[in-house]
């Protein structure tokens, strides 16, 4: 079989046309012929299609003993010339006459000067797929050897049409996987394909940012290793369904744990890849969820509390009043000697009467009618706060055989804010980790970590308790929610929590890990970024001297105690039981005025707002002189008066002995 081969030495053997023109040189050069073996087929990087087939004209036109060999072909466009000898003048398709060739598959000729050529068709399966043009020899070539020639052309053509079909669709393929990578890249989610082994084969930049990794690191790992304990049962029936055939699109929510530790909560949606061999993996497109639950979950939680939050004004107003006088009455009977057992009884009283009190206290801060997140605010130091809420619960920890780990950070910024109320939340958290962790056998250890974070500090409690249920997460800051039985606490711990970081504008989140332990990381910021309050009621101790107080409350009990109290200390007390009676007063007393006017907020009849304009009104400083008491700080009324008369207030219940000092406090700084 003639070959096509490359140029080299031997690749031409010495001219045949010199041979004899008998048989037997025509024998001997279809024996020559016949030696050359056509190659495997080469990558067309190798050698090129008219390469080849000017190689092939020159062995052809060697073998048949012609001076010049021309061959052509049909495409698309026409016919056109494929490879040659080297021909001068070269020889033009219109010139030869292949229209006739094609119409009838016979042999032709034509005249190019003085030389005359043969153009014969090469033929098969009847239809003509080339034409070999050759100057006419002195005698007629070897038959054998024509039929020779024109099957190595069919070869070399039916190789460069399956080359060049090779070559399209490799560049078709190509081109779609470069679309479908670009389209993968500029989708808003996370897109893997995970083969049925649970082996992950393609992975997107997004969804490796969201289980915490670079592509290259997450293909051929095993797409379990990134599912949370608790999510991996549900995950693993999605993926069941999918391997069973299901070919329903569905989306579910599962947590993913990064190899960090960090866990998020993602809404995947699945599907099955079929391929000609029936399953061949899951399509898996994922979008982080964790801020935008985050979110969706305090607004219902800002929702569920404006609900309740006037409900809870309400209860908290009416509860103050006597509260105070319960814990005035016990203070103030404590003052005189008596019986062990009747001070041993008040002292019950008064200790009962401040727990109550603080229950209260706690209703006020979820419904958000205090203070006191502007009273007393300090900058202080994050790790102090955590050693000394630690301490406090040292001994507890060590009953119940858990184990401390602390990783406080060097040279955190300095923190702004209520410390006793942070305290109270850092408190909180580690007594509900100890709880938790007393239910549960095996190693117990607390870890408790600071860090810089975006919005300035954060600090964490971990446990290893029981975690939380992923049916209760949604709700643990939830007001009055509580899984401990009836009588074991009030609800209100986890949500006083969420409100004092939020006062604080910080931030809190928690990871359940349920059936691993839970952990509660608060974000706070700096001093430099927290907001500064407004003005409040200082206790310091003045120097001494006789007062003229006037008291306006309503409750009868208030003005008693209050008056009592006072009197003790020396000073004069005139009691009002509303505004317009107060009003009264201050016109009897005009030559010995008033220092201190102690005026509840809410009081029939005369409001607190009327009183204070009435006093401005009168042109003597009277309104300066003024200390409002109130259980009801924050009710809109009672905020935009605070606001505008910048007068100090004293939160109910109080002590006797606090709001004594804040009465000399404040008139001292009017004398």
């Known amino acids: 079989m003639l070959s096509v081969a490359h140029d080299g030495p031997g690749s031409e053997t010495a001219p045949l046309a010199h041979a004899s023109s008998d048989t037997a040189g025509d024998e001997m050069a279809?024996?020559?012929?016949?030696?050359?073996?056509?190659?495997?087929?080469?990558?067309?990087?190798?050698?090129?299609?008219?390469?080849?087939?000017?190689?092939?004209?020159?062995?052809?036109?060697?073998?048949?003993?012609?001076?010049?060999?021309?061959?052509?072909g049909l495409s698309g466009k026409g016919w056109e010339l494929l490879g040659s000898t080297p021909i001068s003048p070269p020889i033009r398709a219109a010139e030869v006459g292949l229209g006739e060739v094609l119409r009838t598959g016979a042999v032709g000729s034509f005249t190019a000067g003085a030389a005359k050529w043969i153009v014969r068709p090469v033929v098969d399966g009847g239809n003509v797929e080339a034409a070999l043009v050759y100057k006419a020899p002195p005698s007629p070539p070897f038959e054998p050897l024509l039929g020779d020639v024109d099957t190595s052309i069919l070869i070399e053509l039916r190789r460069s049409d399956e080359a060049g079909r090779l070559r399209s669709l490799e560049e078709d393929?190509?081109?779609?996987?470069?679309?479908?990578?670009?389209?993968?890249?500029?989708?808003?989610?996370?897109?893997?394909?995970?083969?049925?082994m649970g082996e992950i084969q393609e992975i997107n930049h997004l969804a490796a940012v969201i289980i915490g990794m670079e592509p290259p690191e997450a293909i051929g790992r095993d797409f379990r290793d990134f599912i949370a304990p608790e999510s991996l049962e549900q995950a693993m029936k999605e993926f069941g369904t999918r391997l069973a055939g299901d070919l329903k699109r569905r989306e579910t929510e599962i947590k993913i744990v990064r190899?960090?530790?960090?866990?998020?909560?993602?809404?995947?949606?699945?599907?099955?890849?079929?391929?000609?061999?029936?399953?061949?993996?899951?399509?898996?497109?994922?979008?982080d969820i964790t801020e935008e639950r985050a979110r969706d979950s305090q607004l219902r939680r800002a929702e569920r509390l404006a609900s309740?939050?006037?409900?809870?004004?309400?209860v908290c107003h009416e509860l103050n009043n006597p509260l105070t006088s319960i814990k005035s009455f016990a203070e103030l009977m404590l003052l005189d000697d008596r019986q062990p057992e009747d001070t041993e009884a008040l002292e019950i009283i008064q200790r009962e009467a401040a727990r109550?009190?603080?229950?209260?206290?706690?209703?006020?801060?979820?419904?958000?009618?205090?203070?006191?997140?502007?009273?007393?605010?300090?900058?202080?130091?994050?790790?102090?706060?955590?050693?000394?809420?630690?301490?406090?619960v040292q001994n507890e920890c060590t009953a119940a055989e858990i184990t401390i780990q602390m990783e406080l950070a060097r040279g955190l910024p300095p923190s702004f804010g209520v410390k006793t109320q942070l305290e109270r939340v850092v408190g909180q958290l580690l007594s509900n980790s100890i709880r938790a962790m007393r239910e549960v056998e095996g190693p117990r250890r607390l870890k408790l970590r600071t860090a810089t974070s975006d919005l300035g500090v954060e600090f964490t409690v971990a446990d290893t308790g029981g975690g939380i249920s992923p049916d209760h997460i949604d709700n643990i800051f939830d007001p009055f929610w509580t899984t401990r039985p009836t009588?074991?606490?009030?609800?209100?711990?986890?949500?006083?929590?969420?409100?004092?970081?939020?006062?604080?504008?910080?931030?809190?989140?928690?990871?359940?890990?349920?059936?691993?332990?839970?952990?509660?990381?608060?974000?706070?910021?700096?001093?430099?970024?927290a907001p500064r309050p407004g003005r409040e009621a200082q206790?310091?101790?003045?120097?001494?001297?006789?007062?003229?107080?006037?008291?306006?409350?309503?409750?009868?009990?208030?003005?008693?105690?209050?008056?009592?109290?006072?009197?003790?200390?020396?000073?004069?007390?005139?009691?009002?039981?509303?505004?317009?009676?107060?009003l009264a007063l201050l016109d009897e007393h005009l030559a010995h005025p008033f220092d201190v006017i102690l005026a509840d907020l809410r009081m029939p009849g005369l409001s607190a707002e009327e009183l204070y304009a009435r006093l401005r009104q009168r042109n003597e400083g009277l309104e300066d002189r003024l200390i409002f008491i109130t259980g009801d700080a924050e009710s809109p009324d009672a905020a935009r008066l605070l606001e505008e008369a910048g007068v100090p207030v004293v939160l109910k219940p109080f002590e006797l002995a606090e709001i004594a000092q804040i009465i000399e406090t404040h008139a001292g700084m009017d004398g």
Not at 173 to 196: D, M, P, Q
Request: proline share 3%; aromatic share 4%; hydrophobic share 45%.
């Open 487 to 529: 009588g074991e606490g009030t609800g209100l711990g986890l949500s006083l929590v969420h409100g004092i970081v939020s006062d604080h504008h910080g931030t809190i989140r928690v990871d359940g890990g349920w059936g691993s332990g839970a952990a509660f990381t608060v974000e706070l910021p700096t001093a430099a970024a």
């Open 539 to 582: 206790v310091q101790t003045p120097a001494r001297k006789t007062l003229r107080i006037l008291v306006v409350d309503d409750e009868g009990p208030i003005r008693f105690t209050l008056a009592r109290y006072m009197e003790r200390r020396g000073h004069t007390v005139m009691d009002a039981a509303e505004g317009e009676q107060a």
């Open 30 to 72: 279809f024996a020559q012929l016949g030696t050359l073996e056509l190659p495997e087929a080469q990558p067309a990087s190798d050698v090129s299609t008219s390469g080849k087939l000017n190689h092939l004209a020159r062995i052809s036109a060697n073998a048949l003993r012609v001076e010049a060999m021309a061959i052509f």
């Open 356 to 392: 109550a009190a603080r229950i209260v206290t706690d209703l006020r801060m979820v419904a958000r009618q205090t203070q006191e997140e502007s009273l007393n605010a300090s900058v202080f130091d994050l790790n102090d706060l955590i050693r000394e809420a630690l301490q406090e």
């Open 308 to 314: 309740i939050a006037p409900l809870l004004s309400g």
């Open 259 to 287: 190899p960090c530790g960090e866990r998020r909560l993602v809404q995947i949606c699945s599907s099955a890849i079929l391929g000609d061999n029936g399953l061949e993996g899951v399509y898996f497109a994922a979008r």
């Open 173 to 196: 393929l190509w081109k779609s996987r470069t679309r479908y990578r670009e389209l993968s890249e500029a989708a808003a989610s996370g897109i893997a394909v995970v083969s049925t």
